[in-house]
């Protein structure tokens, strides 16, 4: 049995892996049928017009949410996938071919931006012991011949918010263009892309939107958008996808023009129900919620055990957490009071979210 906290799913045990996979809404399959299956399996009217329905109301939910407009938002499937499209859309200046990025974002986007490579681009890494949120380092890394910058909002094993208004701004500032991944931060912390201007932004629904898989986005800034030319296309980057002229082809006139060949459907019908959620509750409150429930948690372990950072700006949604000699013992204790976590290289994950209440962390701290 689950029962319903702040309207969404609450787990038998105590679940802290929003930032791996995110808790379904109880309505989401109610909301998937309405807007996926139902006009489907009715076949009453234009199919294609109902799903295209769904997904703009997908579109529209992450634009309030990252305070941006519809027509800059593209769905994908997946991060790495976003950042190949984009990596191959750009022409950038033969003495601007470096694409700067840390050694501890994410493996898939760095997998997708050494594809490039073949481009003419070369890869620069700031070391994993670097403080990426320490302007120093992107200062004196952001060199003349750097073209692209990844930027990761919160670098997820470390747990690590980083400065992205500061950096995009000191990117623009010297001709060089800002890629954000916000996967471990939309949902959990504000995002005002209209503030950011960063040039292109991708994310995904899965983990503290709760959306599920396969409902990424990409985010592209409006000046930006005419100097792309994507090479991976369909008809649904075609201005006009009805057109139907197989000699000619011209680019949506809007981020769309990232998008492919006939859309999937199903995981944005899922996910807008979930961003629309996350829209009523209220980003702010959703954080406040996560620092309060964190502050429990930093308050009952030793200084030397918390990996991510104490300052509330400087740090994501997750904790990550290593007990040293005891991690393994803190750790089987978790496991039997039923406590949903992960561990990677640096510690233990713990990701308190709108599931989770005072009580339930009052308990899991007992366990250290
Ligand atoms: C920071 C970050 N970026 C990207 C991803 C996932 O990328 P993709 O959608 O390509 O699987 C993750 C998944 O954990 C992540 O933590």
């Given at each position: 049995?689950?029962?319903?906290?702040?309207?969404?799913?609450?787990?038998?045990?105590?679940?802290?892996?929003?930032?791996?996979?995110?808790?379904?809404?109880?309505?989401?399959?109610?909301?998937?049928?309405?807007?996926?299956?139902?006009?489907?399996?009715?076949?009453?009217?234009?199919?294609?017009?109902?799903?295209?329905?769904?997904?703009?109301?997908?579109?529209?939910?992450?634009?309030?949410?990252?305070?941006?407009?519809?027509?800059?938002?593209?769905?994908?499937?997946?991060?790495?996938?976003?950042?190949?499209?984009?990596?191959?859309?750009?022409?950038?200046?033969?003495?601007?071919?470096?694409?700067?990025?840390?050694?501890?974002?994410?493996?898939?986007?760095?997998?997708?931006?050494?594809?490039?490579?073949?481009?003419?681009?070369?890869?620069?890494?700031?070391?994993?012991?670097?403080?990426?949120s320490d302007m120093t380092i992107w200062r004196s890394q952001m060199t003349?011949?750097?073209?692209?910058?990844?930027?990761?909002?919160?670098?997820?094993?470390?747990?690590?918010?980083?400065?992205?208004?500061?950096?995009?701004?000191?990117?623009?500032?010297?001709?060089?263009?800002?890629?954000?991944?916000?996967?471990?931060?939309?949902?959990?912390?504000?995002?005002?892309?209209?503030?950011?201007?960063?040039?292109?932004?991708?994310?995904?629904?899965?983990?503290?939107?709760?959306?599920?898989?396969?409902?990424?986005?990409?985010?592209?800034?409006?000046?930006?958008?005419?100097?792309?030319?994507?090479?991976?296309?369909?008809?649904?980057?075609?201005?006009?996808?009805?057109?139907?002229?197989?000699?000619?082809?011209?680019?949506?006139?809007?981020?769309?023009?990232?998008?492919?060949?006939?859309?999937?459907?199903?995981?944005?019908?899922?996910?807008?129900?979930?961003?629309?959620?996350?829209?009523?509750?209220?980003?702010?409150?959703?954080?406040?919620?996560?620092?309060?429930?964190?502050?429990?948690?930093?308050?009952?372990v030793p200084s030397e055990a918390l990996i991510s950072p104490v300052q509330?700006?400087?740090?994501?949604?997750?904790?990550?957490?290593?007990?040293?000699?005891?991690?393994?013992?803190?750790?089987?204790?978790?496991?039997?009071?039923?406590?949903?976590?992960?561990?990677?290289?640096?510690?233990?994950?713990?990701?308190?979210?709108t599931c989770n209440n005072e009580d339930q962390i009052g308990a899991l701290?007992?366990?250290?």
């Amino acid at each position: 049995m689950s029962e319903t906290v702040n309207g969404l799913t609450e787990r038998q045990g105590i679940y802290l892996l929003s930032h791996s996979v995110g808790l379904p809404l109880p309505n989401a399959e109610r909301a998937a049928a309405k807007a996926f299956w139902t006009p489907w399996e009715t076949g009453n009217g234009d199919i294609w017009q109902h799903w295209l329905g769904t997904i703009e109301a997908f579109r529209a939910e992450l634009a309030l949410l990252l305070n941006s407009n519809i027509g800059n938002i593209c769905p994908q499937s997946s991060l790495s996938s976003a950042v190949g499209k984009v990596i191959y859309s750009l022409d950038l200046a033969a003495d601007k071919k470096v694409i700067l990025l840390s050694e501890e974002d994410f493996p898939s986007i760095a997998f997708a931006l050494q594809k490039g490579v073949s481009s003419g681009y070369t890869l620069k890494f700031i070391d994993a012991g670097a403080d990426t949120s320490d302007m120093t380092i992107w200062r004196s890394q952001m060199t003349e011949d750097v073209g692209l910058v990844l930027v990761t909002h919160v670098q997820s094993n470390n747990g690590r918010q980083l400065p992205v208004q500061q950096i995009t701004d000191l990117a623009r500032s010297r001709q060089i263009l800002s890629l954000v991944d916000v996967a471990q931060s939309v949902g959990i912390l504000p995002i005002n892309l209209a503030q950011w201007q960063a040039d292109f932004v991708v994310g995904s629904c899965v983990k503290w939107i709760g959306g599920g898989p396969g409902a990424a986005f990409l985010w592209v800034d409006s000046p930006m958008i005419e100097h792309c030319q994507p090479q991976s296309v369909g008809w649904f980057s075609h201005q006009d996808p009805f057109e139907f002229d197989i000699h000619h082809f011209r680019y949506a006139d809007d981020a769309l023009r990232f998008w492919g060949g006939t859309p999937t459907v199903y995981p944005f019908a899922v996910a807008a129900n979930s961003v629309q959620a996350i829209n009523a509750i209220g980003v702010n409150n959703i954080r406040q919620n996560n620092l309060e429930l964190s502050d429990q948690i930093i308050q009952a372990v030793p200084s030397e055990a918390l990996i991510s950072p104490v300052q509330e700006d400087l740090r994501g949604g997750t904790l990550v957490l290593d007990f040293g000699r005891r991690q393994d013992a803190v750790m089987r204790r978790l496991i039997n009071l039923n406590v949903h976590f992960d561990c990677r290289v640096k510690g233990m994950r713990l990701s308190p979210h709108t599931c989770n209440n005072e009580d339930q962390i009052g308990a899991l701290i007992k366990c250290f």
